[in-house]
């Protein structure tokens, strides 16, 4: 056996390491008796209807489980709380975050108008280690509301957002009626209400477009006791970012994505390769039922590591091959059990006893483990490639190294805005860089040309020519390449020729009046080149508008605003035709791979154009109303990283999983013709496969459940390999155990690809109903199960779901589920299409985008400002922040920034002059300037994508968009804030429990 790269010392497999140094128990969120800032108001978008800008007063913590109502409410000075005790009676089962309700008197049991009543929090457990000897909570103190709102009429299957039918003005009753439900109360018999003058201020609306003008607020309730992903994030970033994540451990939650930690692989696959939304399984099909909690996985095959980190070893067994389980076809790794000797060892997936090979025989030490073990990547690492034998090729050939193949859209709306002649510049260069194998001096892969509009030219750049030649085919209809010698060369040796060509394409279309094109026929020539070439590859197409040209895959408009929010709205993402899908099918079959660059200045129906790339596993990329000027960096940016990325192709995966548990469903860019085989023309570093397990048996809490993902694929130098990712999980008959070692990003991953999926199918009034359900069926039964008794008017999370409420909101509230007026339906088909694949650090931004104030901390600091939470209370008009969420990038600037900022960011004097939507800082020499400019370098880059930065002034017309961005604010087309969406969820919560 060779294993090109000496293994570092291994530490023993299985031996604990201390994973949470300094843990320790943090408070949360600020103490008793200090003040709230002074918050800053702009244009509205903020706080809810029905809340006063100040903290209320008289605030006092309600008995932890009496259900009567306190006898007095002792004043306390504003902004401040009294607080019970917190004892040893209130443990059971882990921490929990607890947060206390307040029912509007004469309303319904938290019916559609909530008020959920807030005091300053007491000491909560930091997301870390969960602590078992009491469970901490957090209490909002009760308090008193004078205005009361009437009943609002039943309604079955709410539509988030708007928690209950539209409503008109109701009574306003003044302050409470005789018997009226205090706050902590066991409801009573509903009272009648006497009648009296309308007054519509007294009714928070969910919906914007229903306020009043002028809103008469009330009650402000305090965000910082409700529980904050940024707090979460910095905790989790103190408590487990200094040491490394070491594998050995079976069922160890790792760290969040947002925190920044090494990896040591010791038996189990790193965190970047698998991540699952709980490490601890039920060991019964029926808790898992009970629970409601989804058992899934998302895998990222190929992903990236940072350079601290080695890359997977690759080991070669020669002829013989890997050695594999000869029933389940599972492949030897760190959890296969030898026996009699060392001659057989027993499968740890389907306990098969198989023979040892005599090559492969080693004996056993005093523990039953093999003396070579730590010699061996596959016996004691979690990750680690195979070299793939001849049986493992398709007509038991070895591939041949792949080709990309450009295809560049020539009609007039391409020469028009200058793409074409900025792609051609591009490319002469770029093509140096083509992905290699490890310390190749070049790469192998071969390139193609071909541009287009109403028909296709191929080009002949063969190394021996003076000249390319064009090579024209009218018939669009019956497809085939008119050459194969010449087409796919090796750059070096056509270098002169290719440069020839890329300088003479621009003034050859130069004076085209052609605006039709074609779309599915070029994408049909370049995997018959592929075909004829015998190799896998993928395409690179340059596409700008709607395909309308006579030929197969000739697509209409019928962009129909009118159809959202009603059943035929899922129509909008769903495929014009079934063309696409048959042409996809044949993409994969050869290994094609489709990367689609869109360039539309109108409707082109993303949802059909990206049937192709999102089957073969490709990507697509989306550059609106392009100008040269405004959209160069970013499209040239995106176009590098995509050449450059190293790339899998003619990929196959399969999950095998250890008796009990099996995958059921899978979701992100691939192709499956079978229940089993995940087939991937191409699959890259950035790209995920999400996989959802049901359990077919009982499970065993002490042998506990194992994961074995293969990813068989081609490299970019032509070389068979097999990736093997394995991870071990704990089983568990507790449900306490199994809420303890959930992870919050990954659900949401999985929930959030679950319900783009939905939107196919079902209305999305029905898609959101049913994740707000599953939601509260989750918190539900954690608070039946795990919880202390307690008052029926507390909110109780689980520890490491905590944020679960306000992530789902986002979901919610994302362009897919909860479209705004401004938002087109080829923007939702293209992020539907790109969240099915992004894996969970992406969707953890995408969701709750990162919000960073840039003046508070010192500028010689060489690290990020720590961030805050994304709503408009938090943004001061004397300070700058940056948004980004993965896709966009704001610097938002307010209204009262000090003099000296606005000059040594912008360079002019005064607010008034800067440019609102400016797109570039100028590069100036000061200290304030440089920082700022390295923090957007150093968030692009963690990015796939490179983010436009738009710079938007406080009251400026931009700032609406902006504000879309404040998830923790209610939304313009109707999303609820943070606050209202945990005032539904528990209304919920309590609905089941009851």
Partial sequence: MNVNQSAPPVPPFGQPQPIYPGYHQSSYGGQPGSTAPPIPYGAYNGPVPGYQQTPPQGMSRAPPSSGAPPASTAQAPCGQATYGQFGQGDVQNGPSSTVQMQRLPGSQPFGSSLAPVV?????????????????????????????????????????????????????????????????????????????????????PSPQLNELPPQQKTRHRIDPDAIPSPIQVIEDDRNNRGTEPFVTGVRGQVPPLVTTNFLVKDQGNASPRYIRCTSYNIPCTSDMAKQAQVPLAAVIKPLARLPPEEASPYVVDHGESGPLRCNRCKAYMCPFMQFIEGGRRFQCCFCSCINDVPPQYFQHLDHTGKRVDAYDRPELSLGSYEFLATVDYCKNNKFPSPPAFIFMIDVSYNAIRTGLVRLLCEELKSLLDFLPREGGAEESAIRVGFVTYNKVLHFYNVKSSLAQPQMMVVSDVADMFVPLLDGFLVNVNESRAVITSLLDQIPDMFADTRETETVFAPVIQAGMEALKAAECAGKLFLFHTSLPMAEAPGKLKNRDDRKLINTDKEKTLFQPQTGAYQTLAKECVAQGCCVDLFLFPNQYVDVATLSVVPQLTGGSVYKYACFQVENDQERFLSDLRRDVQKVVGFDAVMRVRTSTGIRAVDFFGAFYMSNTTDVELAGLDGDKTVTVEFKHDDRLNEESGALLQCALLYTSCAGQRRLRIHNLALNCCTQLADLYRNCETDTLINYMAKLAYRGVLNSPLKAVRDTLITQCAQILACYRKNCASPSSAGQLILPECMKLLPVYLNCVLKSDVLQPGAEVTTDDRAYVRQLVTSMDVAETNVFFYPRLLPLTKSPIESTTEPPAVRASEERLSNGDVYLLENGLNLFLWVGASVQQGVVQSLFSVSSFSQITSGLSVLPVLDNPLSKKVRDLIDSLRAQRSRYMKLIVVKQEDKLEMLFKNFLVEDKSLSGGASYVDFLCHMHKEIRQLLS
Avoid: E
Avoid at 148 to 171: D, E, I, K, N
């Fill in 119 to 203: 005091s300053q929090p007491a000491v909560l457990q930091p997301y870390g280690p969960p602590p078992t000897s009491a469970q901490v909570t957090t209490q909002l103190a009760g308090m008193q509301i004078s205005g009361a709102v009437a009943p609002a009429p039943p309604t079955s299957g709410l539509g988030y957002g708007s928690f209950g039918p539209a409503r008109g003005p109701q009574p306003n009753y003044g302050s409470p009626y005789p018997g009226a439900p205090t706050f902590g109360s066991q409801p009573g018999p509903p009272q009648p209400l006497p009648p009296k003058r309308l007054d519509p201020d007294a009714i």
